[in-house]
């Protein structure tokens, strides 16, 4: 079954404004990765944050990791044209064995 | 450089037929992977193989069968192809961490955009 469940489903938004996504799941995990993927392309690798971990930055993305509610968020400021893309979140259920759960991902749309 | 390649790109075939989709990582990990994206965008794990294992078999059809002739590859052999196989797949690597170790991150293929009609 999913493990993520991104929120919102679609964000539309102004080149410049900042983009937040969440995500939430069920069973405890190891550690949550974001992901993005471009229209017709692979997946690329964002972030990971451990479970240990409250917030974690990147760039232009931020990541808070809250294990009590069982969620995440994706922030992205100043967000740019090139940041359209659908972002998923992906957890390992607490598995070592490499599995990795998607949700079904948030489509993000910066408008110029 | 291509980190993780797949071919085809691009496959369209008709219902009953077998093809095989190739996946080859130049990164050095020793575990991949197979993923199924659907018109809907969800993407499942389907196998993963490390050094040459096959370490997780999601519940996949029988009609599917992985074949990884050496770390650097991991192949998809699909027979009888029905019109629910349509959809996208995608290879990815990682490196395999030390026993009771977290999990890496994931590097994916461009997919293969699979059309069975």
């Known amino acids: 079954s999913q493990q993520g469940e991104e929120d919102p489903q679609a964000l539309s938004i102004q080149e410049g404004e900042n983009a937040t996504m969440n995500c939430s799941y069920k069973t405890s995990i190891n550690n949550l990765q974001w992901y993005r993927q471009n229209s017709g392309r692979g997946l690329v690798h964002l972030i990971l944050i451990r479970s240990n971990e409250r917030e974690k930055h990147s760039g232009r993305l931020r990541v808070t990791l809250d294990t009590s509610k069982k969620s995440s968020s994706l922030l992205i400021t100043a967000s740019r044209a090139a940041d359209t893309a659908s972002y998923f979140c992906?957890?390992?259920?607490?598995?070592?064995?490499?599995?990795?759960?998607f949700g079904r991902g948030t489509q993000l749309t910066v408008w110029p | 450089d291509t980190a993780v390649s797949q071919t085809p790109k691009y496959l369209v075939t008709q219902m009953g037929n077998d093809k095989s989709i190739k996946c080859e990582q130049n990164?050095?990990?020793?575990?991949m992977y197979w993923y199924k994206q659907d018109s809907k965008k969800f993407l499942k794990i389907m196998f993963s193989?490390?050094?040459?294992?096959?370490?997780i078999n999601e519940t996949v059809p029988n009609r599917f069968s992985p074949k990884s002739p050496d770390k650097a590859h991991l192949n998809l052999h699909i027979n009888s192809l029905e019109l629910g196989d349509s959809a996208v797949y995608f290879c990815?690597?990682?490196?395999?961490?030390?026993?009771?170790?977290?999990?890496?991150?994931?590097?994916f293929g461009p997919g293969t955009r699979l059309l069975v009609l």
């Open positions: 193989y490390n050094n040459k294992e096959l370490i």
């Open positions: 990164l050095g990990h020793d575990t």
């Open positions: 990815a690597s990682s490196r395999w961490g030390l026993a009771g170790d977290r999990l890496e991150t994931q590097y």
């Open positions: 992906a957890t390992d259920r607490g598995s070592t064995l490499g599995r990795l759960y």
